[in-house]
C-alpha cells in the first residue's frame, strides 16, 4: 500500500489504484486501501468507482469519518448533492471538520428545497 501512496502523491493515479486493488487482495478488510483506492479515482474523475470504494471502506469500518467524507464528495461531483450532502452531514457528526466548509457550499440550498421555510 506505501507504494500507492507514493503514486498517488506523485499524480499516477491509476497506478495508485492498480497498487490499492493489489494491497486488498491481500487483506480484503483494509479499510484504509479502499479509502485511498477511493481517493485515487476521485482524482480520476470516476465518480462511481470512488463511490463503491468509500462504501466498502464503511462497510469495513463504519466509524472512519474521513470515508463519509470522501463519499459525499464523490456524490456530489457526481451531481447527486442529496446524497452528497447526507454522507458529508455523517462525516461531519463524526468529528471531521472540514466536511463544514463543504455541507456550507454544497448543502444549504438541498437543506432550503428539502426543507423550505
Same mark, same amino acid.
Given at each position: 500500500? &506505501?507504494? !500507492?501512496?507514493?503514486?498517488?502523491? +506523485?499524480?499516477? /493515479?491509476?497506478? %495508485?489504484? @492498480? =497498487? *490499492?486493488?493489489? #494491497? ?11 479509502? &485511498?483506492? !477511493?481517493?485515487?479515482?476521485?482524482? +480520476?474523475?470516476? /465518480?462511481?468507482? %470512488?463511490? @463503491? =470504494? *468509500?462504501?466498502? #471502506? ?13 463519499? !459525499? ?17 455523517? #462525516? ?26
Amino acid at each position: 500500500m &506505501n507504494r !500507492g501512496i507514493t503514486y498517488y502523491n +506523485l499524480g499516477q /493515479y491509476s497506478k %495508485a489504484v @492498480d =497498487d *490499492y486493488e493489489k #494491497a486488498l487482495v491481500y487483506d480484503p478488510n483494509d479499510h484504509m486501501a479502499y479509502y &485511498n483506492k !477511493g481517493n485515487a479515482r476521485l482524482m +480520476l474523475k470516476d /465518480y462511481k468507482l %470512488a463511490i @463503491d =470504494d *468509500y462504501t466498502d #471502506a464503511i462497510g469495513v469500518n463504519g466509524k472512519f469519518a474521513k470515508a463519509f467524507y470522501g463519499l !459525499g464528495l464523490a456524490y456530489v461531483y457526481s451531481d447527486n448533492p442529496e446524497e452528497g450532502c447526507l454522507a458529508l452531514e455523517k #462525516a461531519e457528526e463524526m468529528g471531521y471538520a472540514e466536511a463544514a466548509a463543504v455541507i456550507k457550499e454544497n448543502c444549504q440550498n438541498i437543506k432550503e428545497t428539502i426543507i423550505p421555510d
